[in-house]
């Protein structure tokens, strides 16, 4: 059975927009595809760390612990062996408390990237190849979180080409989650049940190729 880490944030972790709740496994897009691997004969466990508010490489003002850079190299080498660490991070970049824009948060893909590749796993475990997901666009935030998202559509315009460019030059795997889903419906930045299903589809046939028999 081989082993996919997934680091992510809300988007992953499966709030329901407009709720403080949570979508199930089966129901959010890494249960999706770990569901649809297995079905297609690949034997795969897909072990999820999302954190609600989880930044590329910053520090939340409010809230401890959200810099995505900070243990990551001791997941990888908890976990390890990984067949492939998926990276769907930066919508937390935008936040109205931050200046940040869409190269900012590449650069911070860029040096997530680094610190997988440099974990201090066992001698003689491969190092785990890393695809990187951009998150799709964000639209006009609404509701409880728009005055936390204010004007992070304008901030993040460009990310997906940004995220591509930092995963050719680092030779990383990329996908753009915004060529088969929106964001939600109801606040414009996470994802609704049905967008989960979506890109949990989606990504069996992205992930698929890189699992090396």
Known sequence: MKQILVYGDS????????TRGRLPFDERWPGV???GL?????????????????????????????????????????????????????????????????WHAAQGIAALVAAI????????MPIPPVLVVS?????????????????????????????????AALDCFFFDSGTV??????DGVHLDADQHLTLGTAMVNVVRPHLLP
Request: proline share 11%.
């Open 135 to 167: 998150p799709p666009p964000l639209q006009t935030p609404k509701g409880p979180i728009a005055p936390k998202f204010l004007g992070a559509d304008a901030k993040s315009v460009g990310l997906a080409d940004a995220y591509r460019a930092v995963c």
């Open 38 to 102: 297995n079905a297609a004969g690949r034997s795969v466990r897909v072990l999820e760390d999302c954190l609600n508010g989880r930044r590329t490489v910053w520090d939340d003002p409010y809230k401890p612990g959200r810099n995505g850079l900070e243990g990551l190299a001791q997941r990888i080498e908890m976990h390890a062996p990984l067949a492939l660490v998926v990276l769907m991070l930066g919508t937390n970049d935008f936040q109205s408390m931050h200046p940040y824009t869409a």
């Open 181 to 186: 889903t929106a964001t939600s419906r109801v």
């Open 33 to 35: 595809m770990e569901r």
């Open 11 to 18: 988007l992953t972790w499966g709030i329901i927009p407009g």
């Open 117 to 124: 590749r440099q974990a201090p796993i066992e001698p003689g």
